[in-house]
Structures are given as structure tokens and as C-alpha cells.
């Protein structure tokens, strides 16, 4: 008769620590469209064509993911989407 050694490993998770941050912007009824693509291009970089799109997302889904990164980096960027008087936040 033989006899089955069990072994159990231990696995860890490595967590991608610093770049799962997303900046999402929300829909509202106070904002036009020019003002939400100035402020992603001045804030967040983005070019015309990125700030558009984003803006039309945020519109017809109520949301959209418009910057990622570190965290460090993202909270001056949403205080300034937020001082502009767009609703964001960093999930």
C-alpha cells in the first residue's frame, strides 16, 4: 500500500500597487461640453480629440474614466476637475 503526500503551496497575490487609480467624471445638467474638453485638455492633458470623446462618454454612459495612475498623481488633477465644477472622483 503506498501513501499520497498532500502538499499545499501557499500562492501570494502581487498587488499592481500605484497604477489601478482611475479619475472618473460624472454626468450633470450644469456643464456645457466646452467647458468640460477645455477642462480635461488643460488638466488632464488631453488632446481636442481625447477631451471630446470623453466628454461625449461622460454624457451618454454618465461616466467615464478620464485619467489613470498613481495616486499621487491623480489627486491634484481631480481637485482641479473639482475646483472647475465637474463631479469627479478617484476609485
Do not use: W
Request: contains cysteine; glycine residues 4%.
Amino acid at each position: 500500500m503506498s501513501t499520497k503526500e498532500k502538499v499545499r503551496e501557499k500562492v501570494r497575490e502581487k498587488e499592481a500597487v500605484g497604477f489601478n487609480n482611475e479619475i472618473i467624471v460624472y454626468n450633470d445638467d450644469v456643464n456645457t461640453f466646452d467647458h468640460v474638453i477645455n477642462t480635461l485638455m488643460r488638466v488632464c492633458s488631453h488632446t481636442a480629440e481625447q477631451a471630446e470623446q470623453c466628454s461625449l462618454i461622460v454624457h451618454y454612459n454618465g461616466k467615464c474614466t478620464v485619467k489613470t495612475g498613481p495616486i499621487d498623481k491623480l489627486k491634484p488633477q481631480c481637485i482641479q476637475l473639482l475646483e472647475a465644477g465637474l463631479s469627479a472622483e478617484i476609485v
